[in-house]
Nanobody, 115 residues
Framework: QVQLVESGGGLVQPGGSLRLSCAASGSRVSDNAMGWYRQAPGKQRELVARISVRGITNYIDSVKGRFTISRDNAKNTVYLQMNSLKLEDTAAYYC?????????WGQGTQVTVSS
């Protein structure tokens, strides 16, 4: 059974950067399309970035040019580099397969962008 552990969140000022990590066990991240999702208070969880098995990446419009999803197969880890952070990026961030597995949701990592 796949287990995913997110880390790297924190408090950052607008314009700052964070790098999120998602360490996987029980499954190879290279064998699945992987995604980073976020959920802000009062809003539905949304997929913000996706990387296919072939390494093709996709992003929602609001993060294009600012976020980069990547994968280290040797470490079995997926990353999300977030630059030029905005107030509206504040949310709990989760990784999962894309589409997601219900049983694979982890605890997530909180990102708070505030001045």
């Amino acid at each position: 059974q796949v287990q995913l552990v997110e880390s790297g969140g924190g408090l950052v000022q607008p314009g700052g950067s964070l790098r999120l990590s998602c360490a996987a066990s029980g499954s190879r991240v290279s064998d699945n399309a992987m995604g980073w999702y976020r959920q802000a208070p009062g809003k539905q969880r949304e997929l913000v970035a996706r990387i296919s098995v072939r390494g093709i990446t996709n992003y929602i419009d609001s993060v294009k040019g600012r976020f980069t999803i990547s994968r280290d197969n040797a470490k079995n880890t997926v990353y999300l580099q977030m630059n030029s952070l905005k107030l509206e990026d504040t949310a709990a961030y989760y990784c999962n397969t894309a589409p997601p597995l219900d049983e694979a949701w982890g605890q997530g990592t909180q990102v708070t962008v505030s001045s």
